[in-house]
């Protein structure tokens, strides 16, 4: 995937994230890449997973003698199959081109490998020569072929014709791209017409609009065929791992892993679900290892936000209720994104609780012009005043860092997200920061705008922090404990999905 680099740590750990889901094929790189590509590829392969663990291979010999350099159990070796790659790619013939991969196919079962041979461009080429070059390739000892549609152009009723075509010569594998937002409809036509194994990434990272994503073709199979393949528990957990390692963000609205997968704002979609999680969610979100969430904005509902209220332990009448309800509504039409604190502080205002401070931030100084940025802050906690410093990446990872040291233990709390936005423009512009952090089973999202971004950083953290401990300290006191809202995450069992938590490769 363009701009994405994975380390040898990252790749190692993602590998055993998707053998721990029960992956039974883990695609660890190219080895014929660069030398640092085939150590990482090696670390990989000595990891002792359960999986078979390959390499991608162009139909070269040099590629192949990388793959056993690198001690992998298989290659995935790619040949050109449309006449657009075979003649204009290549350079070659059809002739040249079955000539070369029987060979290679030999080369490597002669060496011990587990092979697969990839059709490239096979949903855009000729259906006669597919069907000879997958002949070929079982006859030289493949063991099996797969069908790609390299550009994701392919239609599922292609795609099922093609595959029930070559499922004749052997084990069948499919391999497709989102171009056309059709990749999970041709994985499940390419298994309905006889394939058993399906080439898929994590949250679909790939070229251009990305493969088929690991996490829906895995819930598509349980939920709409009762096919049982990866662990689906395990989902969330390495959907974040991937999003963090790559950097590439889960869409909010993205199927199974997004923000949004599992959050209710309508009053309407919030009443019948909390009358009845069915109500309006295909299946638990516990199923994948989330949770529900109530949003709060304007089209929020009584309901939803007596749900919202009892989790910080309010309880309203229903004049009140309906006033702090007003009051969102009203946050909303004002393009404002309501969280938990804003709650918190509408539900006090109508009803009159003030709740005391724990943690309040006096003072801030941060500088970043030296080698390593450094932060120093002084916290009012309870009635003692605490000063420290700390030095991180950037001012705001200092700061936070200086606010965990004074707080010492109190501090046990994990960020979970963090949010920037750009409230007004200019080079004085004010910005919003949002931050959710966790302690044990209880967040907090809290917001804060400055036109200094760190110290709006600053006081987020301090805030959400400030809520934690207050609503531990209630919860301890007296009766209404706060259970957690924000998504959880933990990994899937793979007999006919395999996954690459990074990238496809580029020939593909």
Known sequence: MPGVSLSADEKAEIARDL????????????????????????????????ATVTSFARGVRADVDHALDCDVDGVNLVVPASDRHVETKVGSSREGVLERTIELV???????????????????????????????????????VCYCDTVGAASPERTAEVVSTLATHGPVSVHT????????????????????????????????AGNVALEEVAVALERCYGVETLDLETLYR????????????????????GDNAFAHESGIHTDGTLKDGRMYEPYPPE????????????????????????EQDFDPDDDELDA??????????????????DLRAVATDVLGKERERRVELLSLSATSGGDVPTASVRLRV????????????????????????????????????????????????????????????????VSAADADITRASVEAAVDALDRLLAEEAEATDGPGEVDARADGGRTTDGDRTTGDGSDADPAE
């Open 324 to 341: 702090i309800v007003a009051r969102v509504k009203d946050l909303g039409d004002r393009g404002k994104r309501v969280t938990d604190a």
């Open 19 to 50: 053998d721990a889901a029960a992956v039974d094929f883990v695609e660890a790189g190219s080895a014929c890449t660069s030398a640092g590509e085939r150590e990482t590829i090696s670390r990989v392969a000595g990891l002792g997973l359960d």
């Open 382 to 445: 309870e009635d003692e005043e605490r000063t420290s410093a700390g030095t991180g990446s950037g001012p705001v990872d200092a700061a936070v860092e200086a606010v965990r040291t004074a707080l010492g233990p109190d501090a046990n709390a994990a960020l979970e997200s963090y949010h920037v936005d750009a409230v007004t423009g200019g080079t004085d512009a004010v910005v919003a920061v949002e931050v959710t952090m966790r302690r044990g089973d209880r967040t907090a999202t």
């Open 177 to 208: 791209h989102d171009d056309l937002g059709l990749a999970n409809a041709n994985v499940l036509a390419g298994l309905n017409a006889g394939a058993d194994l399906v080439h898929a990434t994590v949250n679909g990272v790939g070229e251009r």
């Open 106 to 144: 030999e080369y490597a079962r002669d060496h011990g490998l587990w092979v697969e041979v990839l059709g490239e461009d096979g949903s855009r080429g000729d259906l006669e020569f597919l069907d000879r070059l997958s002949a070929v390739s079982m006859d030289a000892g493949a063991h099996r």
């Open 238 to 257: 390495l959907a974040r791992r991937v999003a963090d390692a790559t950097g590439v963000p889960l869409g909010a609205n993205k199927a199974v892993v």
């Open 287 to 310: 199923t994948v290892g989330r949770e529900r969430r109530l949003v709060l904005g304007k089209h929020a509902g009584r309901a939803g936000v007596k749900a919202a209220l009892s």
